[in-house]
């Protein structure tokens, strides 16, 4: 069953992890605005698409992921220019310097690590991320976005991308369209600014997926309830809208809520089943709740086996 997630980041990571374990045909559309860090750094010298995503995707598509991790994760403590730099992003800069292109590269590399799953960067331009906030601001470039004290109204590109046919080939060929859980305006939504790419959904007949996230985030999502996350991804699609979401309901400990609620300003996000079924969508909920080390992950294997299930039924 082929699978088209759209997605980047730590959610669409954590996703992948699950899907990959089951019978499912994987291309992971990755969107390439970060510009932060290592990336930020590598984009402006070598003038590519951001790294720092793709690393983390193929690091969650591969076999041996725990020790791909510690090498790829791995970053210079130096007093040279390759203080702070991920090893992982090094290498895939370097492939695609061989290569010609970031998707060389990732071929190239994924000769190597023989991952479960096709990795796809949503474009090979350098694109710029312009968010406008609440207040009238409008700041430039994704972290400068994510660091804003503002809450964010709208994100656009500063230039128009050339989307890379793969994307727009996957999403044709999908017998699913999964948008992953992640930051919503910096992640998930900077796929679906392209014409084309809402072009193929709206063309597809694949039932088209959101995985809710479990917790807010600050500045994009504040007080949003299950229904706000869909109406919001809704107003970015084209014709064909979020057929299905899948979230969780699952309890957590009320001393990690709490600490979420007053170190990094999060709250769980609320379920309102009764607007979710007049909005006419299908609801996949389960208890998805894993905490890591006290931060609250989804258990994806668990959410993957219910898409394949939902997708067999």
């Avoid at 720092?52 to 041996?64: F, W």
């Avoid at 791995?74 to 007093?79: A, D, I, L, Q």
């Avoid at 470039?141 to 989307?163: C, Q, R, S």
């Amino acid at each position: 069953m082929k699978v088209a997630v759209l997605g980047g980041g730590t959610g669409m990571s954590q996703l992948l992890r699950g899907l990959k374990k089951l019978p499912f045909d994987i291309s992971a559309i990755v969107s390439v605005c970060d510009d932060g860090s290592s990336t930020g750094r590598l984009r402006e010298e070598f003038h590519t698409p951001a790294v720092g995503d793709i690393r983390k995707v193929l690091i969650s598509l591969s076999e041996n992921e725990e020790e791909i991790k510690r090498l790829f994760d791995y970053r210079f403590n130096t007093s040279s220019d390759l203080d702070g730099h991920a090893l992982g992003n090094l290498l895939l800069t370097g492939a695609a310097e061989i290569t010609g292109n970031v998707s060389g590269g990732i071929e190239l590399v994924n000769s190597l690590l023989k991952l479960k799953g096709k990795v796809i960067p949503l474009t090979e331009d350098n694109v710029t991320l312009m968010g406008k906030m609440n207040s009238g601001k409008v700041v430039m470039g994704e972290h400068h976005i994510t660091e804003d004290d503002g809450k964010i109204k709208a994100v656009y590109y500063k230039e128009t991308p050339e989307v890379n046919p793969d994307v727009l080939k996957a999403i044709r060929h999908a017998d699913v369209i999964i948008l992953s859980m992640g930051s919503l305006f910096t992640s998930i939504i900077p796929n679906l600014l392209c014409k084309e790419v809402r072009k193929e959904i709206d063309n597809s007949k694949a039932k088209l997926m959101y995985v809710c996230n479990i917790m807010t985030q600050p500045g994009e999502t504040d007080d949003f309830k299950v229904s706000d996350h869909v109406k919001l991804l809704n107003s970015y699609l084209g014709k064909h809208k979020i057929d299905t979401v899948i979230l969780n309901n699952g309890k957590i400990d009320a001393d990690i809520v709490k600490n979420y609620e007053t170190t990094e300003q999060k709250d769980l996000v609320e379920m309102d089943y009764e607007n979710l079924e007049k909005m006419n969508l299908d609801i996949i909920d389960n208890d998805y709740i894993m905490i890591d080390n006290g931060m609250i992950r989804h258990n994806t294997l668990r959410v993957a086996i219910d898409i394949l299930s939902y997708l067999l039924d």
